[in-house]
């Protein structure tokens, strides 16, 4: 059994369904810790729904959050939401990060190769 996300144009991750559950538990965890909407829309029947703009916005709040931490466990309790919306913000067609910051540079990186272990 899976747990889809979804835009409306195209799938862009179809995890097994604990993973799925709880990296949208993770996610919308971070978001209300930053008061920010995460673009993540659960629906009863065992998907989600991803709002391109929105999440883009998640992300780069993320993003920001991440790079200006300064708490070494928040900075890992943080760094596995960022490297899975990173890759579902390039599979929706966000737009990617500003390259030029070795730490942001660093995470494209790794999500680039995580990416690699993310089923459509």
Request: aromatic share 6%.
């Amino acid at each position: 059994m899976s747990y889809p996300f979804q835009t409306a144009e195209r799938p862009v991750w179809d995890p097994a369904l604990r993973v799925g559950r709880v990296y949208l538990g993770q996610a919308q965890a971070v978001a209300e810790v930053m008061e920010v909407a995460s673009g993540l829309a659960p629906h009863r029947n065992g998907s989600c729904d991803l709002d391109p703009e929105v999440f883009a916005v998640f992300v780069d709040h993320l993003l920001r959050f991440y790079n200006a931490g300064r708490h070494p466990t928040l900075s890992q309790l943080l760094r596995g939401v960022l490297l899975v919306s990173l890759v579902l913000l390039k599979r929706a067609g966000g737009p990617p990060p500003p390259a030029g910051n070795e730490v942001i540079d660093a995470l494209v990186a790794e999500a680039t190769a995580l990416e690699l272990t993310m089923p459509v």
